[in-house]
Each structure stands twice: as structure tokens, then as C-alpha cells.
């Protein structure tokens, strides 16, 4: 597996793939990966002749009072996972080469309305204007013919989509289903920051979600009940939820007579900020 960091070096390495006309899947990732990273890196592998890998904690996207400065930095030890994978090219910039105009650059790629602003975006503002720039920027540095993202962040799979919609992006995006721990767990690399005792209740989300399932699967429409029973028994359990809902799929008010739905969360356990996501179809 090679290495490159600045865009240059990243040219050259794509340079013989482009020549023969060989498809490129990306996986963006912030680096610190974990078994939900490398289900990404596997399913580009299977779509595209050659993969690459980014790495890059995207200071844009972390709010004033978010984690970007502790946020874990592995480089080598998420080269060695890759290399394990087959990935061929790791490109791993600095703040520098994704932003060369400066930072913060005075260019950036907001979505207005709805789908950004709600659910993530109002808990974090300006987060998907941050997670849309970088994309942007790395899909014109890579040119790939598509990327692979963690159906873990719906929403943000959700955004990415839309904005290559209107943006006429010719990429191919695919979403793969979330890893989880043994206990149910959404992997994730913040569930590090967690204590002992409070990674022994952290599964207590997942099963929130998949009560809320189990209940509109057995014909139960009353969204708001719903998701307020299981809010008040995240709360008894020491949780601080920020939003638990039942969306549609593409993030829209669900209809009674939907047959898919999506149950959405966001909830601090300890310092820690926990999200996960669990779509329904129902038979």
C-alpha cells in the first residue's frame, strides 16, 4: 500500500488507474478505524478495481465545543489495518493540502432546508456544511467513480446524496448498513471516550430503537408515544437525549401508512455524544 499526503503525490498514484480507464471507489473516513470502517473498505473492493482510503479529521465540521482537539489520531495503526484489507492508496492530507486557500476557506457547500438543518443539524450548526465541503473537495481531488459511506449517519449519507443530486456530481454513492458490537452497539470511534460502566449501558440506545421498531411493526402509529416512552427510559438510565424520531427514510414526516420508516437518536451518556439509527421495513 502506498502512502501520499499532498495532492500531488495523489495525482501521480491515480495517474496509471486514469490512464487505463480502472474505476476508483473512495472511503472518506477521520482515520481511528475500527471493523465499520473496514465493512466500508471491503464493499468498495467488491464495486471498484481500486480503492482509496482518506484520512482526515475535518476541522469544519466539529462545532467550538466539540471534540476535534482530543479526537484520536492513528495513523500508522490505520495503515496497518488497511494494508491488511488490500487497500492500494492512503491518502492522508494536511489541513493545508484539503484547504490550500487558507483556512477556514472562504468557499463552502451548505445545504438549505430541511434535510440538513434538522435531526444533526440542529444539534450541531454548521456540521454539514463542513461535511459537505470536504466531500466536495475530496471528490474533485480523487475523481472517483463512486464512495462508500456508513449507514451509521443516515442523515449524513442523506446530505451527501442530495448534494451530488444538485451539484451534478458524477459519482456513485453507496451506503453500507451499520456494524455493531456483540451487545448491539453502533460502532463508533467516540465509544473509546466511554467508562466502563457507562459502555456496559451504552447498548441501552440500540435497544430503544429496536423497541420503537418492534412497535410499528406490530401496527402502532402514534410516532410521538413512542418515541417519548423510550426517551423517558434513556433518561432513567442516565441518558441526556438530544432527539429520538421516527422519520421517513429520505428524512420526511413518516406517513401512517408508510411501510419503511427509519428511528433516529442522538443522546450524551457521560461526556460522551452517542448517535444511531435503525430503518424499519416492515414485511
Not at 61 to 90: C, H, I, K, N
Not at 217 to 245: K, M
Request: aromatic residues 6%; charged residues 25%; contains cysteine.
Amino acid at each position: 500500500m502506498r502512502t501520499v499526503r499532498s495532492v500531488g503525490e495523489l495525482h501521480a498514484a491515480l495517474a496509471a488507474w486514469r490512464a487505463a480507464r480502472e474505476p476508483v471507489a473512495l472511503v472518506p473516513t477521520m482515520g481511528n478505524l475500527h471493523e465499520g470502517h473496514l465493512a466500508l473498505v471491503r464493499r468498495a473492493r467488491e464495486l471498484a478495481a481500486h480503492v482509496v482510503v482518506s484520512v482526515f479529521v475535518n476541522p469544519l465540521q466539529f462545532g467550538p465545543s466539540e471534540d476535534y482537539a482530543r479526537y484520536p489520531r492513528t495513523l500508522d495503526a490505520d495503515a496497518r489495518l488497511l494494508e491488511g484489507e488490500g487497500v492500494e492508496l492512503l491518502w492522508a492530507p494536511a489541513v493545508e493540502d484539503v484547504y490550500p486557500g487558507g483556512y477556514p476557506p472562504a468557499t463552502t457547500v451548505r445545504l438549505a432546508g430541511a434535510l440538513a438543518e434538522q435531526l444533526e443539524g440542529a444539534h450541531r450548526p454548521g456540521h454539514f456544511e463542513g461535511v459537505a465541503t470536504v466531500v466536495s473537495i475530496l471528490f474533485n481531488r480523487v475523481r472517483p467513480e463512486l464512495a462508500v459511506f456508513g449507514e451509521k449517519d443516515w442523515q449524513q449519507l442523506a446530505v451527501i446524496r442530495r448534494m451530488v443530486t444538485d451539484l451534478g456530481w458524477d459519482v456513485r454513492i453507496v451506503g453500507v448498513p451499520t456494524c455493531r458490537a456483540a451487545d448491539g452497539l453502533a460502532l463508533s470511534s467516540r465509544n473509546q471516550y466511554l467508562s466502563d460502566e457507562e459502555r456496559a449501558r451504552a447498548p441501552a440506545l440500540h435497544a430503544a430503537l429496536q423497541a420503537i421498531a418492534a412497535q410499528l411493526r406490530a401496527g402502532h402509529r402514534d410516532f410521538d408515544t413512542l418515541c417519548a416512552q423510550q426517551r423517558a427510559r434513556l433518561e432513567a438510565r442516565g441518558f441526556r437525549p438530544q432527539y429520538l424520531e421516527v422519520r421517513s427514510p429520505d428524512l420526511s414526516p413518516p406517513q401512517a401508512n408508510a411501510r419503511e420508516f427509519v428511528v433516529l437518536a442522538a443522546a450524551y451518556l457521560g461526556t460522551t455524544r452517542l448517535i444511531d439509527n435503525l430503518p424499519v421495513r416492515l414485511e
